[in-house]
């Protein structure tokens, strides 16, 4: 067992031991009839391989390590998840939720903490909760880890792959009306996060980001099986190596002022894709869900705008499943499109090594190279082509089988890791068991 893998099942039991605590005390106050506690739990147990096995490696969401798709992988699925609810009266509860799931390797103990909050109900259409929640960013935001709730082995990741944050420390407040045989919820949220992002290169580290504050609203309408939310959010992230960013960013600005055209144009170009203190990420979705049973339709559409320009993105997919008996099937389709093009590759060193010295032109050189190879790598152009089946064993387990052909147009394979500038082609298939408990 390596340091790492022995560092990750200390963590994991720690948390669970926290858990463990929790569950007890709320356990013993159940038995005075002084309280309604509840314990359940949900989890996935699945397999993937990715054709061809070459250097690219698969991954469900950006939070997650780079891997090379060259075996047979049980980690981009497999996860594990338990859901404690305390309801002292018809007007408060405590909520906590633990997900043990692969994440990359200097991810903070807490992120796998992903609920424990309070709600407070001082009237049935109002909810008002506070500590940590999950923000209301899309259709599937409490349930993104629960692979029983969905038909497909997981989301979009063309759509969900790039939102890292899936927590929010803070508060939210709620009030829904009714609407003939409908009913129309509004929801305003705020707080902050922190998100660990997995090096998507060999030679790139984690990368961690404070996100403070991350502010937004949806409006979410439901009447029988049909649901139609929009949200807006806005998020503000400094990274916790930002003294590295505010270098690379001096060094592009110092760079853009000398008088070599070829150096200053794109050195002025590349210091203008992100910004030297707070990255500014503005989101906007629209989701609907029909089930129109035995058909189920799903589809969500978003845009990412901001100061960060490799973050600007078009998002989306689509998704049919029929019904027949205990079987599902199903069909979607993918998209996630970058809308800026990819940064030149800085050819400096014969340029400047006349005006600054051989020394300081390979300096260059390398920094130039390092960021716009890091742009370029975050970029993100691909679409996905998935056909699956999901099998109700029991009302508590289901097995999923599932083929996704995913094709990456050159510098687009931000999701990736171990991507390159090529074009990529791949297909990955999928097997896995869901269960709630």
Same mark, same amino acid.
């Given at each position: 067992?390596?340091?790492?893998? %022995?560092?990750?099942?200390?963590?994991?039991?720690?948390?669970?031991?926290?858990?463990?605590?929790?569950?007890?005390?709320?356990?013993?106050?159940?038995?005075?009839?002084?309280?309604?506690?509840?314990?359940? @739990?949900? =989890?996935?147990?699945?397999?993937? /391989? &990715?054709?061809?096995?070459?250097?690219?490696?698969?991954?469900?969401?950006?939070?997650?390590?780079?891997?090379?798709?060259?075996?047979?992988?049980?980690?981009? /699925?497999?996860?594990?998840?338990?859901?404690?609810?305390?309801?002292?009266?018809?007007?408060?509860?405590?909520?906590g939720?633990?997900?043990?799931?692969?994440?990359?390797?200097?991810?903070?103990?807490?992120?796998?903490?992903?609920?424990?909050?309070?709600?407070?109900?001082?009237?049935?259409?109002?909810?008002?909760?506070a500590?940590?929640?999950?923000?209301?960013?899309?259709?599937?935001?409490?349930?993104?880890?629960?692979?029983?709730?969905?038909?497909? $082995?997981?989301?979009?990741?063309?759509?969900?792959?790039?939102?890292?944050?899936?927590?929010?420390?803070?508060?939210?407040?709620?009030?829904?009306?009714?609407?003939?045989?409908?009913?129309l919820?509004?929801?305003?949220?705020?707080?902050k996060?922190?998100v660990? %992002?997995?090096?998507?290169?060999?030679?790139? *580290?984690?990368?961690h980001?404070?996100?403070?504050?991350?502010?937004?609203?949806?409006?979410?309408?439901?009447?029988?099986?049909? *649901?139609?939310?929009?949200?807006?959010?806005?998020?503000?992230?400094?990274?916790r190596?930002?003294?590295?960013?505010?270098?690379?960013?001096?060094?592009?600005?110092?760079?853009?002022?000398?008088?070599?055209? &070829?150096?200053?144009?794109?050195?002025?170009?590349?210091?203008?894709?992100?910004?030297?203190?707070?990255?500014?990420?503005?989101?906007?979705?629209?989701?609907?869900?029909?089930?129109?049973?035995?058909?189920?339709?799903?589809a969500?559409?978003?845009?990412?705008?901001?100061?960060?320009?490799?973050?600007?993105?078009?998002?989306g997919?689509a998704?049919?499943?029929?019904?027949? /008996?205990? &079987?599902?099937?199903? *069909? $979607?389709?993918?998209?996630a499109?970058?809308?800026?093009?990819? %940064?030149?590759?800085?050819q400096?060193t014969?340029?400047?090594?006349?005006v600054?010295?051989?020394? %300081?032109?390979?300096?260059?050189q390398?920094?130039?190279?390092d960021?716009?190879?890091q742009?370029?790598? =975050?970029?993100?152009?691909?679409?996905?082509?998935?056909v699956g089946?999901?099998?109700?064993?029991?009302?508590?387990?289901?097995?999923?089988?599932?083929?996704?052909?995913?094709?990456?147009?050159?510098?687009g394979?931000?999701?990736? =890791?171990?991507?390159?500038?090529a074009?990529?082609?791949?297909?990955?298939?999928?097997? @896995? $068991?869901?269960? &709630?408990?």
């Open positions: 067992m390596t340091p790492r893998t %022995l560092a990750r099942l200390q963590r994991a039991t720690w948390l669970a031991a926290s858990f463990a605590a929790l569950s007890s005390t709320a356990s013993a106050q159940d038995a005075t009839g002084s309280s309604d506690f509840r314990l359940n @739990g949900f =989890g996935t147990l699945g397999l993937v /391989d &990715v054709l061809p096995h070459d250097s690219w490696g698969f991954r469900r969401e950006i939070d997650q390590t780079e891997h090379h798709d060259q075996h047979l992988r049980a980690d981009v /699925d497999s996860r594990l998840g338990l859901q404690a609810s305390w309801r002292l009266d018809p007007q408060f509860e405590l909520v939720q633990l997900v043990l799931k692969p994440r990359a390797h200097e991810a903070a103990d807490d992120e796998s903490l992903a609920e424990a909050f309070a709600a407070w109900r001082p009237a049935p259409e109002w909810e008002i909760r500590g940590r929640t999950s923000p209301d960013l899309f259709l599937l935001a409490d349930v993104r880890n629960v692979g029983f709730a969905y038909p497909w $082995m997981r989301p979009s990741v063309d759509f969900y792959g790039w939102m890292p944050a899936s927590t929010l420390d803070g508060a939210d407040v709620s009030r829904q009306w009714l609407l003939g045989d409908g009913r919820r509004a929801k305003i949220f705020a707080g996060t922190s660990t %992002l997995g090096a998507n290169q060999p030679d790139t *580290t984690d990368d980001g404070n996100v403070h504050p991350l502010l937004g609203s949806t409006l979410a309408f439901d009447a029988g099986g049909l *649901t139609i939310k929009a949200t807006v959010a806005e998020a503000h992230t400094r990274s190596n930002f003294d590295n960013v505010i270098q690379a960013y001096n060094g592009l600005d110092q760079l853009a002022r000398l008088p070599v055209p &070829v150096v200053s144009t794109q050195a002025a170009q590349l210091r203008d894709s992100f910004s030297s203190h707070t990255f500014v990420t503005r989101y906007a979705a629209l989701g609907v869900s029909w089930d129109m049973s035995p058909w189920q339709m799903q969500e559409l978003s845009r990412i705008t901001g100061n960060f320009e490799s973050s600007s993105a078009w998002y997919y998704s049919l499943a029929r019904r027949i /008996d205990d &079987v599902t099937l199903f *069909t $979607m389709v993918g998209r499109r970058s809308s800026r093009a990819p %940064l030149p590759q800085p400096w014969g340029a400047l090594a006349p600054v010295g051989p020394v %300081l032109a390979q300096q260059a390398t920094l130039g190279t960021i716009a190879g742009y370029n790598s =975050g970029r993100e152009n691909e679409g996905t082509l998935t089946s999901r099998w109700d064993i029991n009302a508590q387990v289901a097995l999923k089988a599932q083929l996704d052909v995913v094709r990456s147009a050159a510098y394979g931000g999701l990736w =890791g171990f991507n390159t500038p074009a990529h082609h791949a297909s990955v298939l999928s097997a @896995g $068991m869901d269960f &709630v408990f």
